[in-house]
Nanobody, 113 residues
Framework: QVQLVESGGGLAQPGGSLRLSCVAS????????MGWYRQTPGKLRELVARITNTGSTNYADAVKGRFTVSRDTENKVSLQMTNLKSEDTAVYYC????????WGQGTQVTVSS
């Protein structure tokens, strides 16, 4: 079993920055991919960014050039968000693959002036 603890998020102005972090813990687990998804009311959860255990990354087109995903340690993933836009407002979920998919509890990001 893997537990995910997210931090960061909150309120930012358009053009501002925020950083999300997610730490995984548990017993005897090996993580392959880590990443972030987001969801707004009435919409499906969508991929924001992912990073593999070899450092390969992929991003949603909407965030390319503005967001950067990094694997700070084997069990910690961060998402640096810059030049935030109102359409980035969503609940952001950490996602980890370790034999199965695990989800964090979600953290709210609100971009508003």
């Amino acid at each position: 079993q893997v537990q995910l603890v997210e931090s960061g998020g909150g309120l930012a102005q358009p053009g501002g920055s925020l950083r999300l972090s997610c730490v995984a813990s548990g017993n005897r687990f090996v993580i392959s991919d880590m990443g972030w998804y987001r969801q707004t009311p009435g919409k499906l959860r969508e991929l924001v960014a992912r990073i593999t255990n070899t450092g390969s990354t992929n991003y949603a087109d909407a965030v390319k050039g503005r967001f950067t995903v990094s694997r700070d340690t084997e069990n910690k993933v961060s998402l640096q968000m810059t030049n935030l836009k109102s359409e980035d407002t969503a609940v952001y979920y950490c996602n980890v693959w370790s034999g199965r998919v695990y989800w964090g509890q979600g953290t709210q990001v609100t971009v508003s002036s």
